[in-house]
């Protein structure tokens, strides 16, 4: 038997999680609604615009609350049977406190950057935070489990963040940005859902 | 000397309880497929860490389908603590 490293078994219940691509799939979907809904909106005639911008924005709120609960109830169906059921740890009071806080502070961040840009627009300086901080979460989670294709789409969204403060397309380009990032992300969860269920068929008997 | 517990300081065991440190629960599958033991192995390291008492097993069914969920007790993530305590210290008196 291999030694153990202690560290490395403590990491496999979170790698587990990005197994079998679901949650990439679901988060790629998402961006993509989300980045389609923004576009779509303005393109509407101006009769149906207000009851528009009156249900989506609130449909696509209830959309993300609901996406962690939509993706383990996938993985009720998909995964679990065909590699095993865990039930993750919830997140103590010390790390809810500690994720509350960054949360607190990103918006902080956005609303100083913001506010303070007199030389660019809002429209223009938002959108680039914004994309910005997309960027660094999935280079974050990409550190964190040490997933070099989440540390690639990380960077590239920088890249694009970057591109995106210097010009001034604004939200269309990062609604835009959005898209495109979705498609990506939902791809990569295809292909690996695709490889998950070719290795793991499901078996005839539980244990 | 420092006392281990032999328990868990056999490695197969060791396996099954830092892996089920990290979750609030599993089944027998997941456990099977991280650890890479056989069946009847992973059986009989469960059962002695339940005579410990230190895994709690739970024999269910899920439709017609019968589901072992395995789940660390109180007493086991005690020990699985007091064990790296233990060798931390162990090792760090060898290095130093």
Request: aromatic share 8%; glycine share 8%.
């Amino acid at each position: 038997m291999e030694p153990l490293d202690l560290n490395d078994i403590a990491r496999r219940p979170s790698r587990y999680w990005n197994l079998d691509g679901l949650p990439e799939l679901m988060l790629g979907l998402l961006w993509m609604v989300w980045g389609s809904a923004w576009l779509f909106g303005p393109t509407l005639p101006h009769a149906w615009r207000n009851a528009y911008w009156l249900i989506v924005p609130a449909a696509l709120a209830a959309l993300t609350l609901a996406m962690n609960r939509l993706t383990r109830s996938l993985k009720e169906r998909i995964t679990f049977p065909r590699a095993g059921y865990v039930a993750w740890k919830e997140p103590g009071r010390r790390m809810s406190m500690l994720i509350g806080a960054v949360i607190v502070g990103v918006a902080a961040l956005l609303a100083i950057v913001v506010l303070n840009a007199a030389e660019q627009p809002i429209e223009q300086r938002a959108p680039a935070v914004l994309s910005v901080i997309l960027g660094l979460a999935v280079l974050a989670v990409g550190v964190k489990q040490r997933t070099p294709r989440h540390i690639a789409l990380g960077g590239v969204l920088l890249v694009l963040a970057l591109a995106i403060g210097n010009i001034t397309a604004g939200w269309a380009a990062f609604n835009w940005m959005l898209v495109a990032a979705g498609v990506v992300c939902a791809m990569m969860g295809g292909i690996r859902l695709a490889l998950f269920l070719r290795a793991h068929p499901r078996p005839t008997e539980q244990m | 000397m420092t006392e281990l517990d032999r328990v868990i300081h056999e490695p197969a065991r060791l396996l099954i309880v830092a892996l089920l440190a990290g979750v609030r629960e599993a089944d027998f599958l997941w456990l099977l497929r991280e650890s890479k033991l056989s069946k009847g192995n992973l059986s009989n390291h469960l059962a002695k860490l339940a005579d410990a008492g230190y895994v709690d097993v739970e024999k269910t069914y899920k439709g017609k389908i019968p589901l072992t969920i395995l789940k660390l007790t109180k007493e086991g993530k005690g020990a699985f603590e007091r064990y790296k305590k233990t060798i931390n210290g162990v090792l760090t008196r060898t290095s130093g």
